[in-house]
């Protein structure tokens, strides 16, 4: 059965540095989306993409965060700089979404473990 | 803003008993429901979804929900629970192009 992949599944980082999340998403997939959660709530949607292009980053706080999905297949994360704050699971998952809609099922990666120190 | 909310944020059950999870929505057109599973140290799977037609829609592991629009509800039901029922479950709503996720429901079944 055909996964999302993610990696790394953890990072340790110190606040002020770099770090990047990859996600691959199941073949075919049209519509690949980026969720935080931190630990006890709800994923919560960062940036949607419609192949390479952005559909929806309105949470994205861009002063730090950035994505991209250069060839509308595999997408990066990035933060620079790292805070405290943002340690949570980083999620990725894909749907077929030709158009993106909203009878779309998404299918979630493993995600990725930041912890700030 | 759309928001989901769900009613309770731990529950205990015993094996055998049975569960229902609340959900409920703010959104007043059309919406499509769904339900995911975080069993410890997995991803995030789907239960089940509704989209039209029957509002009773059944899922995997013998799980089932109720789309009531008059409620903005569709919560989780399951007759009877097992210890491997022990997880995080999530409802969520999509409406439009905006996919929202409630807080979660942590779910443990003691044996």
């Known amino acids: 059965e055909a996964e999302v992949a993610q990696s790394p599944r953890y990072k340790i980082t110190e606040k002020s540095q770099a770090v990047a999340f990859w996600c691959d998403p199941i073949?075919?997939?049209?519509?690949l989306y980026w969720y935080r959660q931190i630990l006890g709530q709800g994923p919560e949607l960062l940036v949607q993409?419609?192949?390479?292009?952005?559909?929806?980053d309105s949470q994205l706080p861009k002063d730090r965060f950035s994505a991209e999905r250069l060839k509308g297949v595999d997408s990066t994360l990035k933060i620079q700089p790292a805070e405290l704050g943002d340690s949570a699971m980083y999620l990725c998952?894909?749907?077929?979404?030709?158009?993106?809609?909203?009878?779309?099922?998404?299918?979630f990666g493993p995600g990725t473990r930041l912890t700030v120190l | 803003a759309q928001s989901v909310s769900q009613h309770n944020h731990h529950v205990i059950l015993s094996e055998a008993a049975s569960l229902e999870l609340g959900c409920n929505y703010s959104?007043?057109?059309?919406?499509?429901l769904f339900w995911y599973v975080q069993y410890p140290g997995q991803h995030l799977q789907l239960l089940l979804k509704?989209?039209?037609?029957?509002?009773l829609v059944k899922g995997i592991k013998g799980f089932e929900a109720e789309f009531i629009k008059s409620k903005f509800s569709f919560n989780l039901r399951k007759p009877s629970v097992q210890w491997s029922d022990t997880a995080e479950y999530f409802c969520?709503?999509?409406?439009?192009?905006?996919?929202?996720f409630g807080p979660g429901t942590r779910l443990s079944v003691l044996p």
């Open positions: 969520a709503v999509n409406a439009g192009q905006n996919f929202v």
């Open positions: 993409f419609q192949d390479e292009s952005v559909v929806d």
């Open positions: 073949s075919g997939h049209a519509t």
């Open positions: 509704y989209f039209s037609g029957d509002p």
């Open positions: 959104y007043g057109g059309t919406v499509n």
């Open positions: 998952a894909s749907s077929l979404g030709a158009s993106g809609g909203s009878t779309d099922t998404q299918y």
